[in-house]
């Protein structure tokens, strides 16, 4: 029951990112870039007004004996983000095609690139997740963007962009596209635990 409860909260949460990534592309599809990165902030507000379980909001806090749960909050988010590709694709408008445009850029970021970038999302994530925990919502609000615009690679939003791009492109691209997702899951984990590695706990 522990299991199901876990992954039913880390699914919403990714459908919750996917909604968000949903609008972002549409925005960003029509070329406004920017409104696309502040509505993305909705993400971040859902999952944290409904206590969902997301990967990005949980790495930063866990114990050494909870890795197994982070990794299943992972896998309950990407299933959550596949999910919402799936309906992505019924829209008339051109999201794959932008879909397609963001993971080739990605991708075109290299391993080692992606993998430095992404530990900037993570720090963004923990911090915007624990100023929110005691009622400040100014990080999460200003933070969200603030990755976005950076170009940070975020793993959960990457996995719903990830899952609205054509499926000849995912077999074309296969062989590039799961290790460097790999590193950027590597690289969010250690962004996210950046604060408390260096000053040694968790801010009060």
């Known amino acids: 029951m522990a299991t199901f409860n876990i992954l039913r909260s880390a699914f919403m949460s990714g459908i919750c990112i996917g909604i968000a990534g949903f609008g972002f592309l549409a925005l960003k599809s029509s070329g406004d870039f920017l409104a696309g990165c502040v509505i993305f902030a909705f993400a971040l507000i859902s999952v944290i007004c409904y206590k ?3 990967y990005t909001g949980t790495a930063g806090f866990i114990a050494r004996n909870e890795v197994g749960m982070m990794l299943l909050v992972l896998l309950g ?5 596949a999910t919402m590709g799936i309906f992505t694709r019924l829209s008339p408008m051109p999201l794959q095609e932008t ?6 850029s990605r991708l075109d970021l290299g391993l080692v690139n992606g993998g430095l970038l992404a530990i900037g999302c993570g720090f963004i994530m923990t911090t915007a997740v624990t100023f929110a925990r005691k009622g400040n919502n100014l990080p999460m609000l200003f933070g969200v963007p603030l990755f976005i615009v950076c170009g940070f690679p975020h ?3 990457d996995a719903y962009f990830y899952s609205c791009a054509p499926l000849d492109y995912w ?3 296969l062989s590039s596209i799961l290790p460097f997702y790999g590193i950027i899951v590597v690289g969010n984990f250690v962004g996210c635990n950046f604060y ?3 000053m040694g706990g968790n801010p009060e």
């Open 99 to 104: 879909a397609q445009a963001l993971l080739q």
């Open 52 to 54: 969902l379980r997301l």
């Open 155 to 157: 793993c959960i939003a």
């Open 196 to 198: 408390r590695w260096v």
């Open 77 to 81: 988010n990407i299933i959550g983000c």
């Open 171 to 173: 077999c074309a691209n």
